[in-house]
């Protein structure tokens, strides 16, 4: 079975262009969360979907960055402009829903450099 | 808000020593999990241990878990230069979300 799987692997961007990440999780897992950690510093939440809802988007910086998860299977994170601050690696993680919401699998992250 | 916090940030070992991790955290919690990230690579996931645990084992981790304290511990036995990563607890942050809160991290470094 394939594992949740993300694009780019690296995506290296100058200040004020965009960026698109994609994440395809796990078939059949409702649950898509993105994390991401900035600068070697802790990981941190940015949004969960459930299907194709926005669960909690608490954690999203600000409104330069907007998820999609149309259809309820793969998403996408625009970071629009980009920043230099939003250099870090993007996670994306999914679970099965109910019962089995607790078990994360991540991908393998997308190395974000914006110069 | 920042979950959990652990110690050392770093820590560097010789193959074959143990190295220990630690890690509180600030609320009540149904579980703790512990994850690597290698250099360039995704996050794994480990181990998690139930509050109702005090200690779980798997290969060559071991976790123990003090809900009085707040604070959990991995071990690893018998280092290996492949041990050589970021070693995060996470706990779940509450609500419907089920998301995870993760600890500042421990970067650590086994040399051959």
């Known amino acids: 079975e394939a594992g949740v799987t993300q694009f780019p692997s690296h995506s290296v961007i100058e200040k004020g262009q965009t960026v698109t990440l994609r994440c395809d999780p796990i078939?059949?897992?409702?649950?898509l969360y993105w994390y991401r950690r900035v600068m070697g510093k802790e990981i941190k939440f940015l949004l969960h979907?459930?299907?194709?809802?926005?669960?909690?988007e608490s954690g999203m910086p600000n409104n330069r960055f907007l998820a999609e998860r149309t259809g309820g299977t793969y998403s996408t994170l625009k970071v629009q402009p980009a920043e230099l601050e939003d250099s870090g690696v993007y996670f994306c993680?999914?679970?099965?829903?109910?019962?089995?919401?607790?078990?994360?699998?991540f991908g393998p992250g997308t190395r974000l450099t914006v110069t | 808000s920042q979950q959990g916090e652990e110690d050392p940030q770093a820590l560097s070992i010789q193959e074959g020593e143990n190295a220990t991790m630690n890690c509180s955290y600030k609320?009540?919690?149904?579980?703790l999990q512990w994850y690597r990230q290698n250099s360039g690579r995704g996050l794994v996931h480990l181990i998690l241990?139930?509050?109702?645990?005090r200690e779980k084992h798997s290969g060559r981790l071991r976790v123990t878990l003090d809900t009085s304290k707040k604070s959990s511990s991995l071990l690893i036995t018998a280092s290996r230069a492949a041990d050589t990563a970021s070693y995060f607890c996470a706990t779940l942050g509450g609500g419907a979300t089920n998301k995870l809160i993760f600890g500042t991290g421990t970067l650590l470094a086994v040399q051959p």
């Open positions: 241990i139930r509050s109702n645990e």
């Open positions: 979907f459930v299907k194709e809802s926005k669960q909690d």
């Open positions: 609320t009540s919690i149904n579980n």
């Open positions: 993680a999914s679970s099965l829903g109910g019962s089995g919401a607790y078990e994360q699998y």
């Open positions: 078939s059949g897992h409702d649950n």
